[in-house]
């Protein structure tokens, strides 16, 4: 079974897939409010420090906020380094930590985030001082980027663990599920091929697998015994009918014995005939019953070569053909097999050649070919089978000719029968003239 | 011809008594055992030379005691004399150990006649490179047939057919004999190819030759004799 039609691999697929992209979920959120909020920080930080950096201006004048920023740019932190910038109205700087005025504006107190020449980023607030200085003050993002980039080397890890972990669980407990279900899969494809002892396995853990498992049992019990029950109508039927026929055919026997009179004799030898007819009528009902409940019943079905078995019918045929004055060809390709019940095709082709022969008259020819598939096919050129008889013929006391013909009309109901048994389907058509009965596997035009 | 002793398993009166008496008439003695558990005992414990089984007992069934007897290592050949007579009942008698089986209702001649060729086939008297009989040969390994000395052509399946035949030599063969073990079929074809086919192989062993061989037993079967 392929990755995606086994129920399990897409369930593992799907749980891998929904893991990978939470954790993704998840990542992006995190850095996100990690992001917002150390920028808030960093900004609250650059707007005290420009706040305090104005006070001073405004109380000590410019020389003293010059030195104060000298002091603070000596005292770097090397985490946050802090960046300083006092410069003319036309940028050109008077001390700082930073030689170009960025691109912000000091008219409106802007801020935000600019890159320094030696490719830093920092976040600046920029304040015009008076009308001719103005002073910058910045703070780098490097803390921020590297915590980022620890949360993501974080939940990188977590996130391969977590996808690891899903996956090891869901890979054990999908195959723990997977055998327990093919077990059960196993128990009903021998089940389904005809051998009911077979006990779907319980696991005694009380799960909804198990009560599948319980509830299959109790049904494949209540089949065994329901074929059981079938099985047991049938052979008592055949029991309780036949051993009274047996006593009136020894009864008509003695009474046999008892007369000299040739009219007598005739007399009970036909009803002793008709005894015979009534019990081939009703092997013939069981058969077909049997073989219908045991349809999709693979016990009993062995490999066969049914070239041998076609070829052997024929031959057993071929001499009464001839004393009929009927031409029976055989066209058999050899090693013809397919798993079967031997006696059932033995019996079907034995019915259909026998049938063949009776409706072709003398002069006629009747053909057996088998070819693979297995696909065997007996075509005559008698009177044909009438277009709206083709299905009907199957059924059970249905004959084309209700008059005249010997039996019951069961010899093809039959042997549709014992073909379904076996897996195979029995079709009449137009042989063009003729009847021509095609035996294939079922389901296969 | 032997006298054969006989156990017969059956817990219907009627067929007990037919059986008795047809099988008394070629002078073989019958026992019976009324129920399954007696007759297992006694074909188990007692000496006899072959047992006639109905299936359907009141206590178990002849598959069981067939298969309990062969279990045991009990190599007496069987009969099985049932009112289950479909293909597949058969086939399950014969899987199950049983080496021949017989329906109900049946035809005293061929209940003699299977009796018969089981007892001959059990006592190996069938197992010879070449049988004689008459004026008849039949060589097995080279597959030929002759009479008075000339060679009678056969094809391979009329071969069987004769030797057959030649292994029942003198018995009556019937029908469903000759469809079981020559044709290998567990069925009636309801149709006459077994007499054709019999009469086929007849006009062989008989045309050019003045004493017919090969004798059509009325409502029983055939049975080769000799001249």
Request: proline share 3%.
């Amino acid at each position: 079974m392929g990755l995606f039609s086994s129920l399990f691999g897409r369930l593992s697929l799907i749980v891998i897939l929904v893991s990978i992209l939470s954790a993704a979920a998840l990542w992006t959120m995190t850095e996100w409010i990690v992001r917002t909020e150390t920028q808030a920080q960093i900004a609250r930080s650059v707007d005290t420090d420009i706040a305090g950096l104005a006070d001073i201006y405004i109380t000590g004048g410019p020389g003293e906020l010059r030195q104060r920023m000298d002091d603070r740019l000596q005292l770097q932190s090397s985490g946050d380094r802090r960046y300083y910038l006092l410069a003319t109205p036309s940028g050109i700087a008077i001390t700082g930590n930073i030689r170009q005025w960025p691109e912000l504006s000091s008219e409106n107190s802007e801020a935000g985030l600019v890159s320094l020449p030696d490719g830093t980023a920092i976040f600046a607030r920029a304040t015009q001082l008076n009308p001719d200085l103005k002073l910058l003050v910045g703070r780098d993002t490097a803390a921020q980027s590297a915590l980022l980039n620890r949360i993501r080397i974080a939940f990188l890890i977590a996130g391969f663990l977590l996808v690891l972990i899903i996956f090891v669980i869901g890979y054990f407990s999908t195959r723990r599920l997977k055998n327990r279900i093919g077990a059960i899969n196993d128990a009903f494809r021998e089940i389904g091929s005809g051998n009911l002892a077979t006990a779907v396995p319980v696991d005694q853990r009380g799960d909804e697998l198990d009560e599948l498992s319980r509830h299959s049992n109790a049904m494949t019990s209540r089949l065994s015994a329901l074929i059981a029950a079938h099985r047991d109508i049938s052979d008592h039927t055949a029991h309780e009918l036949r051993t009274p026929l047996m006593h009136l055919d020894n009864r008509l026997v003695a009474a046999m014995r008892e007369t000299e009179d040739s009219a007598h004799i005739a007399t009970l030898g036909r009803a002793r005939q008709d005894i015979r007819d009534i019990v081939t009528m009703l092997d013939s009902l069981l058969d077909i019953a049997s073989s219908r409940a045991q349809k999709g019943d693979r016990t009993g079905l062995s490999e066969c070569d049914v070239s041998d078995i076609a070829a052997e019918i024929a031959e057993l045929f071929a001499e009464s053909a001839e004393d009929m004055g009927i031409d029976l060809r055989t066209d058999i390709l050899p090693g013809v097999e397919m798993m079967a019940n031997p006696a059932h095709l033995q019996r079907i082709l034995s019915n259909l050649l026998d049938n063949a022969l009776k409706y072709t008259p003398r002069g006629g020819t009747v053909k057996l070919a088998v070819r693979p598939g297995p696909n065997i096919t007996v075509r005559d050129n008698g009177p044909g089978v009438p277009e709206n008889m083709r299905d009907r013929i199957f059924e059970r006391f249905v004959r084309v000719d209700a008059s005249g013909a010997k039996g019951h009309g069961l010899g093809l109901a039959l042997s549709q029968a014992l073909a379904e048994r076996n897996g195979l389907i029995i079709v009449c058509r137009d042989a063009q003239p003729g009847a021509l009965f095609e035996i294939r596997p079922e389901g296969r035009d | 011809m032997t006298n054969l002793r006989i156990l017969h398993v059956e817990d219907d009166e009627q067929t007990a008594n037919m059986v008795t008496e047809t099988m008394a008439r070629t002078g073989d003695r019958v026992t019976t055992a009324s129920n399954g558990k007696d007759g297992l005992r006694r074909a188990s414990e007692e000496s006899f030379d072959l047992v006639i089984l109905d299936r359907m007992l009141p206590d178990m069934t002849g598959i069981d005691i067939v298969a309990k007897l062969r279990a045991a290592g009990v190599a007496i050949p069987v009969l099985m004399l049932s009112a289950l007579g479909r293909t597949e009942n058969r086939i399950e008698g014969l899987d199950a150990g049983v080496d021949d089986y017989l329906a109900k209702p049946f035809e005293e001649e061929e209940l003699v006649a299977r009796v018969r060729a089981l007892h001959r086939r059990a006592t190996g008297q069938a197992h010879s490179a070449v049988i004689i009989f008459g004026d008849m040969e039949c060589h097995i390994k080279a597959r030929t047939a002759h009479r008075q000395g000339r060679h009678v052509p056969l094809s391979p399946k009329e071969f069987e057919l004769f030797k057959y035949f030649m292994q029942n030599a003198g018995e009556i063969v019937t029908r469903e004999m000759l469809l079981h073990n020559v044709w290998n079929l567990n069925f009636d074809p309801q149709t006459n190819v077994i007499d054709v086919n019999v009469g086929r192989l007849r006009r062989k062993l008989e045309e050019g030759f003045d004493k017919p061989v090969l004798e059509t037993i009325w409502g029983a079967g055939y049975r080769l004799h000799a001249v």
